[in-house]
T-cell receptor
Framework: QKEVEQNSGPLSVPEGAIASLNCTYS??????FFWYRQYSGKSPELIMF????GDKEDGRFTAQLNKASQYVSLLIRDSQPSDSATYLC????????????FGSGTQLTVLP | NAGVTQTPKFRILKIGQSMTLQCTQD?????MYWYRQDPGMGLKLIYY???????DKGEVPNGYNVSRSTTEDFPLRLELAAPSQTSVYFC????????????FGNGTRLTVT
């Protein structure tokens, strides 16, 4: 089983809608989680991080973490065509693991 | 701060040639990583380092070598290039783990023909 799994998508939403991106992780000891956005042909850029159960909001982005269910999500409110990209979920392994494990990404298209 | 700098941006190699992809960071980060990303696919870890003089293999190390003689630099060496190594290579760094995110360079697009 992959350590970090994401909906493979692609996901299409109309402009102005809420885009919901989901991620599950297999290692219960993972403590910190990151969302990266990657435009086609570009490098990943960090958009959100979350360490505690609950919601964390930053502008139009909300990250949600449920450690009991081993589930992380990213909500994008008022989606814009410029949000069209691949979104990568990532988690640090627990304990001595020294690799940030990435999911395979969800491709989001926001339709004007 | 320049962040993570990768050179070159693009390179075309012939089969069997060798080259070094350069990566340097000016954030005094301890952890450095090399990933490759094939078209439409996710990131695959090649090698990583948690400090000068310490390197370790990732998921796909075959055909590559690394060294870490300074905190700032983490070059990736390709020996005997093969078409299967055609990919985009990203270098990344972080201060440590847990609450430290990875910062990525702009990537090197490599084609082996």
């Amino acid at each position: 089983q992959k350590e970090v799994e994401q909906n493979s998508g692609p996901l299409s939403v109309p402009e102005g809608a809420i885009a919901s991106l989901n991620c599950t992780y297999s290692d219960r000891g993972s403590q910190s989680f990151f969302w990266y956005r990657q435009y086609s042909g570009k490098s990943p850029e960090l958009i959100m991080f979350i360490y505690s159960n609950g919601d964390k909001e930053d502008g139009r982005f909300t990250a949600q973490l449920n450690k009991a269910s081993q589930y992380v999500s990213l909500l994008i409110r008022d989606s814009q065509p410029s949000d069209s990209a691949t979104y990568l979920c990532a988690a640090w392994g627990p304990g001595s693991a020294r690799q940030l494990t990435f999911g395979s990404g969800t491709q989001l298209t926001v339709l004007p | 701060n320049a962040g993570v700098t990768q050179t070159p941006k693009f390179r075309i190699l012939k089969i069997g040639q060798s080259m070094t992809l350069q990566c340097t960071q000016d954030m005094n980060h301890n952890y450095m990583y090399w990933y490759r990303q094939d078209p439409g696919m996710g990131l695959k870890l090649i090698y990583y380092s948690v400090g000068a003089g310490i390197t370790d293999k990732g998921e796909v190390p075959n055909g590559y070598n690394v060294s870490r003689s300074t905190t700032e630099d983490f070059p990736l060496r390709l020996e005997l290039a093969a078409p299967s190594q055609t990919s985009v290579y990203f270098c990344a760094s972080s201060y440590s783990k847990d609450e430290s995110p990875l910062h990525f360079g702009n990537g090197t697009r490599l084609t082996v023909t």
